[in-house]
């Protein structure tokens, strides 16, 4: 941003204007993003890839059953076998449910095991509306119903879809108001922390709370125009936004401290705060949104929905941080930063900080520094070789007990692995026999259990049980082999389906997504940094330590989620998004220091340069790297494996971007490559070491 640009701060009328502009806009946009939740779509279909087998059969099979319906197993067991009494009372349970609101009125069962000790009612609701969100109490009337005047002794438990889809609404149930809560916290005490003010963390804070707010009234609009949005996408907005914007909010704040020494005018100090950060943190915003958009690529539908979703909230947080933020500190003064008060004419700290202290060590030994940080770093990515990421089963997917996971073990006990979990087939209606005997002859397909084609409108629909558990190894292969032989079936066009056929699906197109996104983000940040930096040296560089502190990050995660967590391992897509977000978020470290080292390099030279860049920036890197992990640590406070190993993992990766390889390796590599960093400009070949007018302009002003 140029000065003249940067000069609206000055005059008095302006930043009173932004301040009632900004809140008319979070009362307009609040109000609707509010809403937000009600235009959430956290269906099955909404997460899938358009083009799989299983979202063609969802579609196709609405012909033949509602969409919108959702079947339950109440599954009931007594040790040593049940009695008459217990097959009455069950029996006269499948007339009560009838009663329960949605639950359709054709009732299957009671189903008797073939060891005597269980019996199975299925249910089926139509959620309408309301859909997942519905589950939770849906699930709580129908077991209160079938509880009724059974005999003691006579145990209950709910599994299929419905029970597992009510223990996942209720982990997600609140998500925005516990993460917004958990996020606040960090970011208070962070703020008080880093400025030991009783005042200033206010301001930065409503900014958050304002970013928030216009992000999520304009997600909202994107939803209500056709853009998927579900809880998780919701969940990541939250975070993202509050982090990276208390991040540009503290990368602009240090710079106006440090302005305030050399300008009397706070207006006048803040155009020039201005002058110099905005063009860090519209490159950071930038290259974040660049990194969020290319999940358009991916063709999982909710993986390449949190794209936008995300890149909207990095948008209005950026605008926000640049505009309300800057208006509010002008308009409240330096006694803000009370009781350190930045004076006019006060010394800089400069070198004399931490952080100058530690790049003069730095300055030692560059090259055994950084040679040393990279091989440690290269030994923590080792790790990865302990990741799973295969994907979960429903019972890993959690981090603590949950009824529907329970009751699912119970009813594999009792009943084939795959009970209440269908293999669903559509194919056409002339083939209709040929196709359920072929799917009666697949291996790992209970026998007895494929029922009669229904015919409609030239389709014809089969369902049959799988053998294993419908979220095992077994039964994926079972659905290969299904495929295999249904699709041999001439004429058939047959298409085979059901939650095991989802799951499946779902763990292949996250492994092409994330073979074909990971080298297209790297590319597009790559650009970025050449276009900032005017470079190619400094950009391969730095995207070459991204990279290394990404695999550092995982590798570590990966032991502790196997070795101290104790998790199954890791969800398909969990590399793709922790990748994504560290990178993107990664490169805003390397973006603040190195905007910097290259002001200061103009004027004095590469070596001098690197030194002054982190004395000036390392500080304040730190204290947004605090923040923005702490904001991603907060994931963990939902009962979800991914979101916990997400969180955990970004926190875990910008922490090591901060404190190791933004301010250590980054720095160590800038005092050993020297002015070839900025190779081909024309830094590169003249080091700096010479002020500009603008420059010399300012030195007078200072002195």
């Known amino acids: 941003m140029s000065r003249s640009t940067a000069g609206w701060i000055t005059r008095r009328w302006l930043p009173w204007a932004v301040l009632v502009t900004a809140v008319v806009l979070t009362g307009a946009l609040g109000s609707l993003g509010s809403k937000l939740s009600e235009v959430e779509d956290n269906d099955v279909g909404s997460w899938l890839p358009g083009s799989a087998e299983s979202t063609q059969v969802i579609e196709k099979s609405a012909a033949f059953a509602d969409s919108e319906a959702i079947p339950a197993v109440l599954l009931y067991t007594r040790d040593g076998g049940l009695t008459a009494d217990d097959l009455a009372a069950i029996t006269a349970v499948a007339g009560r449910v009838t009663s329960v609101e949605t639950v359709a009125p054709d009732v299957v069962g009671p189903i008797r095991s073939e060891d005597g000790e269980a019996a199975q009612l299925v249910v089926t609701f139509a959620v309408g509306d309301d859909g997942w969100d519905a589950l939770p109490d849906l699930v709580d009337d129908l077991r209160d119903v079938a509880t009724e005047d059974v005999p003691d002794g ?114 006048e100090a803040m155009r020039h705060a201005l002058h110099h950060a905005t063009p860090a943190i ?131 006990q009792h009943f084939p692995g795959g009970a209440g979990n269908p293999v669903q087939v559509v194919s056409s209606a002339a083939a209709a026999d040929e196709v359920a005997a072929a799917l009666g002859d697949v291996e790992g397909i209970a026998p007895g259990t494929v029922t009669e084609p229904v015919v409609r409108d030239g389709l014809a629909y089969v369902e049959a049980t799988l053998s294993d558990a419908a979220d095992s190894d077994a039964a994926a292969d079972t659905i290969d082999r299904a495929r295999d032989e249904l699709h041999a079936v001439d004429g058939a066009d047959a298409l085979v389906g059901g939650n095991t056929a989802v799951n499946l699906d779902v763990q292949r197109a996250s492994s092409r997504d994330n073979a074909v996104i990971i080298p297209i983000v790297l590319v597009a940040v790559l650009l970025i940094l050449g276009l900032l930096l005017r470079a190619v040296t400094a950009p391969l560089i730095l995207l070459g330590t991204v990279v290394l502190s990404f695999g550092a990050a995982l590798g570590l995660s990966a032991l502790v989620f196997r070795h101290v967590l104790g998790f199954a391992g890791a969800d398909t897509s969990f590399p793709l998004f922790a990748f994504v977000f560290l990178v993107a978020l990664g490169i805003d470290y390397n973006i603040f220091l190195m905007t910097r080292v290259r002001e200061e390099s103009l004027r004095h030279g590469t070596r001098r340069g690197a030194l002054l860049g982190l004395a000036a920036t390392g500080g304040v890197i730190t204290s947004a790297g605090l923040v923005l992990a702490g904001t991603f640590a907060a994931l963990a406070t939902l009962p979800i494996v991914f979101l916990a190993e997400l969180g955990f993992v970004v926190a875990l990766g910008v922490l090591l971007d901060t404190i190791v390889v933004r301010s250590v390796l980054v720095t160590a590599l800038n005092l050993d490559v020297g002015r070839h960093i900025w190779w081909p400009s024309e830094l590169g070949r003249t080091d700096g070491g010479t002020k500009t007018p603008p420059e010399q302009s300012r030195e007078a002003v200072r002195t």
């Open 154 to 267: 006579l145990e209950l438990h709910v599994a299929g879809p419905a029970a597992l889809g009510a223990d996942q609404a209720d982990a997600f149930a609140g998500i925005d108001g516990v993460l917004l809560l958990a996020a606040m916290g960090v970011v208070v005490l962070m703020l008080l922390l880093t400025y030991r003010s009783p005042v200033l963390w206010l301001i930065p804070l409503f900014c958050g709370l304002v970013s928030l707010g216009m992000a999520q009234g304009v997600v909202y609009l994107l939803a209500d125009a056709g853009l998927t949005v579900n809880a998780q996408s919701a969940g990541i907005l939250t975070v993202l936004v509050f982090g990276a914007g208390t991040d540009y909010a503290l990368l602009l704040i240090a710079r106006y401290r440090e302005e305030l020494h050399h300008f009397e005018r706070r207006s």
């Open 282 to 412: 519209v490159a950071s915003g930038a290259t974040v949104v660049v990194g969020l958009l290319c999940l358009l690529f991916a063709e999982m539908n909710s993986t390449s929905s949190l794209g936008p979703v995300a890149a909207a909230g990095i948008i209005v947080a950026v605008v926000v941080m640049l505009t309300l933020l800057p208006s509010l500190l002008v308009i409240f003064g330096r006694w803000v930063f009370w009781p350190a008060v930045p004076h006019f004419g006060d010394p800089d700290r400069g070198e004399r900080s931490l952080w100058g202290r530690v790049g003069r060590r730095i300055d030692r030994r560059p090259r055994a520094v950084w040679v040393g940080t990279s091989v440690a770093l290269a030994a923590c990515a080792l790790g990865i070789l302990q990741l799973n990421a295969t994907g979960l089963s429903n019972a890993d997917t959690f981090t603590s007990d949950q009824p529907s996971i329970e009751a699912g073990e119970v009813l594999a």
